[in-house]
T-cell receptor, first 116, second 114 residues
Framework: AQSVTQLGSHVSVSEGALVLLRCNYS??????LFWYVQYPNQGLQLLLK??????LVKGINGFEAEFKKSETSFHLTKPSAHMSDAAEYFC??????????????FGIGTKLQVIP | SQTIHQWPATLVQPVGSPLSLECTVE??????LYWYRQAAGRGLQLLFY??????ISSEVPQNLSASRPQDRQFILSSKKLLLSDSGFYLC?????????????FGDGTRLSIL
């Protein structure tokens, strides 16, 4: 069974400061990992994904994440927070199930507050 | 490019009334389709998924049902809504037969039951 743990349901950073959102996963097979962002009353938007290859993955809006197998982590970072980054962020792990569908397990989300 | 449409954006319904939420995908064929419910502080709960027309799998027992009458159409229904059905409902699609591609989400429906 796969699972995702997001440490910190709420994170506050100052504008211009480093953003670090933590995600640890559990999976019985090599995982596919994703980060999504959700703005109020909107759907989830893909920020970045890790499937295979380079372990440092760059996404949209200046975000990046590093897959660390030894630590079973996929933390999301951004060097300098912007006010528009205030949103909820979800980490997700994917594993293929029998029947051909993609089972994705989402973390409970981390709300990012950016303080001016 | 692929797009996903979900409607209505908001809905207020009395307890005991029926429900129909619709989701359509454009620009792809034979997608996997999903219905999620999102409650505050609980992340996303998968309700139903479909790998093809007429093929529906339910993840949790409830008074909701789903149907896929066409390849790119996914409908969430209920005959009688309960107060506990309130929430934010999200439709999503992914490429069929793969697990390394992300799911893509619609803008959601905010359902309030009175």
């Amino acid at each position: 069974a796969q699972s995702v743990t997001q440490l910190g349901s709420h994170v506050s950073v100052s504008e211009g400061a480093l953003v670090l959102l933590r995600c640890n996963y559990s999976s019985s097979v090599p995982p596919y990992l994703f980060w999504y962002v959700q703005y109020p009353n909107q759907g989830l938007q893909l920020l970045l994904k890790y499937t295979t290859g380079a372990t440092l993955v760059k996404g949209i809006n200046g975000f990046e994440a590093e897959f660390k197998k030894s630590e079973t982590s996929f933390h999301l970072t951004k060097p300098s927070a912007h006010m528009s980054d205030a949103a909820e962020y979800f980490c997700a792990v994917s594993d293929r199930q029998s029947g051909g569908y993609q089972k994705v397990t989402f973390g409970i989300g981390t709300k990012l507050q950016v303080i001016p | 490019s692929q797009t996903i449409h979900q409607w209505p954006a908001t809905l207020v319904q009395p307890v005991g009334s029926p429900l129909s939420l619709e989701c359509t995908v454009e620009g792809t064929s034979n997608p996997n389709l999903y219905w999620y419910r999102q409650a505050a502080g609980r992340g996303l709960q998968l309700l139903f998924y479909s790998v093809g027309i007429g093929q529906i799998s339910s993840e949790v027992p409830q008074n909701l049902s789903a149907s896929r009458p066409q390849d790119r159409q996914f409908i969430l229904s209920s005959k009688k809504l309960l107060l506990s059905d309130s929430g934010f409902y999200l439709c999503a699609w992914s490429e069929g037969g793969t697990s390394n591609q992300p799911q893509h989400f619609g803008d959601g429906t905010r359902l309030s039951i009175l």
